[in-house]
Structure formats: C-alpha cells, structure tokens
C-alpha cells in the first residue's frame, strides 16, 4: 500500500489553505492612525526600503533615516500609508480630523467636569 493511501482525500491542501488566508489577513490588515489638523508625527521602522501615500493632499512624509519616518498632516481627510522595511510591509489607514472649535472645547469640559465644577463654584 502506498503512502498515498493512507492519507486523508484533500489533506495536502490544507497547509495552503491555512498559509494563503493566513497572507490574505496581512494584506488586508491595516494600523489606524489618527491625527489632527497641524499634527506631526515619528514612526519608527527597520531599514525603510520604500514609502507611498495615497492622498498627499492629506499627509507627506519625510524620511528622518532608514529607521524614521516623519509624518505631517496637510488636510484634513483620509488616506492610506504604507511603508516597506526589512519586516515586511505596514499599512496605515490615516485619518485627520480638524481642530476643535472654542464651542466645542467648553462643551466637552462642562460635560466632563460640570459635578466638579459645580463644588468648586458653589
């Protein structure tokens, strides 16, 4: 009897099956990043081989070195990054959002801390 024949109908593919959704997850998996408008930010990578954003009109890049990258919002929106280095490739789904407005700002402190503040007040 041969080895074959022993073995399970199909049970070879599965291995594959198993690698091929295992590179398909990667692929599709990406980082949030959220940023506001005006922002900054360093990412930190190992020997950068390449770098693409999708909408520069929402961020650019700088590379600081093969390790850093620098990433700066021009508007507000959303994109991807992606950036290849020795690890593989990393995805970023970025976001910019504007700056809070005054309004907003005294809104969210008062739902926040109003129990607060009313002691202090009072």
Not at 11 to 33: D, F, H, K, N, R
Not at 57 to 73: G, H, N
Not at 76 to 89: E, M, N, P, Y
Request: net charge positive.
């Amino acid at each position: 009897m041969s080895a074959r024949a022993l073995r399970p109908a199909g049970s070879g593919m599965l291995p594959w099956l198993g690698l091929a959704l295992l590179i398909a997850a990667q692929a599709v998996a990406s980082e949030a990043l959220l940023l506001r408008q005006n922002d900054s930010k360093v990412l930190r990578f190992c020997k950068m081989k390449r770098v693409w954003v999708a909408d520069p009109a929402i961020i650019d890049v700088v590379v600081a070195s093969y390790d850093e990258l620098m990433v700066y919002t021009k508007g507000i929106g959303q994109t991807k990054l992606c950036v290849w280095d020795r690890a593989g490739r990393h995805e970023y789904a970025v976001e910019v959002r504007g700056l809070p407005t005054a309004e907003q700002i005294v809104r969210e402190i008062k739902t926040r801390y109003e129990a607060r503040l009313k002691e202090i007040f009072e």
